[in-house]
């Protein structure tokens, strides 16, 4: 995972939330355990040996 990859979807996050005077506990929710998963899919990758 590519540190883009996590910029995009935080900025993808902020277009959805601007001007909005609130932001449901859910939504937020949904983007922290996206970019969790992304973080550790990552993380999965990294550890995995190189094959050759």
Same mark, same amino acid.
């Given at each position: 995972m590519e540190?883009?990859?996590l910029t995009? =979807?935080?900025d993808?996050?902020?277009e959805q939330?601007?001007? =909005?005077d609130l932001v449901s506990a859910a939504e937020?929710?949904?983007l922290l355990?996206?970019? =969790?998963?992304m973080?550790?899919?990552s993380d999965d990758k990294v550890?995995?040996?190189a094959v050759g």
């Amino acid at each position: 995972m590519e540190q883009t990859e996590l910029t995009m =979807r935080i900025d993808k996050a902020l277009e959805q939330y601007r001007g =909005r005077d609130l932001v449901s506990a859910a939504e937020v929710t949904d983007l922290l355990l996206d970019l =969790r998963l992304m973080l550790l899919s990552s993380d999965d990758k990294v550890a995995e040996p190189a094959v050759g």
